[in-house]
Every structure is written in structure tokens, then in C-alpha cells.
């Protein structure tokens, strides 16, 4: 069996797959459920619809940079996507520490754009959490110095962005008092250099966000920061804030209102003409 499942792996570079490319917490052998600790080489990892629509997205999940929530924020979020008629691509990036500097994941998910690109023409992407984050990036402008680009190829045609900690880890725009940096250096440095409410290209494409009111680990600040930077860059954004709902509620969080967010972005994929 491919890597969780997936009815393709490829690598970024077109390079075989090294061994140890990815390492797996042992403690989370359901694919569904797996997380990542380690990436020496950036992967895709592709799940074919039953039924294909003709679009694709790029699954980008989180775990705070330092892993991945591969399971509950890739494959099942992949798995849905499929049942919609997508092919869904989960991308397993790089993170920004001593080894690989703070542009790794994003300059990864840059190239897992482009390499989409090659294939297809209609082209989305879903991020959670820090995969929210960096999915929002790909809709800003990017550092000049740190030797990446974007353009028309890496720009999503359509975003669905979920709790996400967009800009209250910056330098300067926390909303916790004498919040000290986050480790590594790198993953700091990183969140103080992409600010993507901050950093907005003008129109921006259209965008689903969905977020908890009462999310302990991300401020929803940060709901309001990005939905009024979408307006101001003169995109279309379509928000939703869940009043009691805990961090990291991806598609398994049960019983609370916050179970439907999936049925709504479906309806708004319908509604932008994405479905």
C-alpha cells in the first residue's frame, strides 16, 4: 500500500522517494489519524475521486509547523474532498527549522502549485490551522529575499481557510500580552515575514473561512483580521464563526453546530462555480 493510502506519491523535485523521506508518530497507525514528525523530502500524496468534477485541490494541514496532522487535517479532509468529485493532494512540507530555514513550507507548497498546474487547470486549496496559514500565503505576496516567487500558476482559484493563526504569532500584532516567540527561531521568523492579512494581493480569489469563537489556541482575531484584509484587497469572503467549538474541529468533531462547516463550503464551492 502507497503512503496512507494514496493512490499516488510523488516528490516536488520528480526525484525518487527516499527512504525515511517522512517520519510517522508510531503512536497513530490509522491512516485517518496520522501525524507526521519529520520531513527531509516534501511529498504529494493523491486521492482519486469515484467521480471527478474536473477540479483539484491541495489539502494543506496543520500542527503548528512542527508537525502534521496528516490524518484528521490530510487524508480525511482529502477523503471528503473526493466525495465532492475533486482530486484532493495532501501535501507533506517541510518545517521551518535549523535544517531547512523559515521558507521551507513555503516554498514547498509554491511548488506543489506549480506542479499541479502541469496537470490541471482549475485548481484550489484547503488549509487548516497552520495549513491555514500557509494557504492563505499563497494568495499574498511572498519575500523577495528568501528566493521565491509567486504567479499566476501558484495562485489558488479558490481558498477554503480554517482556524487559522493568520498574523497574532507576528512580532508585534499578538493579542496576548508579553507572548514570548515560538520555537524553533526559524518558525517565528517565519510568522513574523508572512503576514497574509497584512500582505494581500488585490484581488484575491474567492474564499471560505470558518473558525471557532472560542478556539484557546487561536485567537479569533484572527478571523477578523483576514476577512476584512479580503474585503479591502477587493475579494469576495465568506466567513463563519462558531461560537463553542474547540481547536483543530476538522470534520470529526461531533454534536456541536460546528459539524456542519463542511455542507456549508460545499454549498459555497457550488455557489463561486468550484462544483
Known sequence: MLMLGADQVRTLDGAALRMFAVTFDPAFANPAQAVVTAVTQPVLLSFAP????GRAMLVLGGGGYVQLM????????????????Y???????????????P????????????????????LGVVGLSSGGHLAACLAAAVPEEWGVSCDATTRPD?????????????????????KPPLPPVEKQAMYDRLQPDAQLLQDPPPAFIVYSGNDPVVPVENTRRLHAAWEQ??????????????????????GLPVSVWPQLCAAWLRQVGFL
Open 50 to 53: 469515484a467521480q471527478p468534477n
Open 158 to 178: 479558490v481558498l477554503v481557510i480554517g482556524y487559522a493563526p493568520i498574523s497574532t504569532n507576528a512580532a508585534g500584532r499578538t493579542i496576548i500580552a508579553d
Open 103 to 122: 521558507v521551507a513550507a513555503l516554498a514547498d507548497a509554491l511548488a506543489a502549485m506549480r506542479l499541479l498546474r502541469e496537470d490541471i487547470s482549475a
Open 70 to 85: 496528516a490524518g484528521r487535517e490530510g487524508v480525511q479532509v482529502a477523503r471528503w474532498l473526493n466525495t465532492l468529485g
Open 87 to 101: 482530486h484532493a493532494h495532501v501535501l507533506i512540507h517541510r518545517f521551518p527549522d535549523a535544517a531547512n530555514g
Open 233 to 254: 484587497a477587493g475579494g469576495a469572503a465568506e466567513c463563519h464563526i462558531f461560537a463553542d467549538a474547540p481547536h483543530g474541529f476538522a470534520l470529526d468533531t461531533q
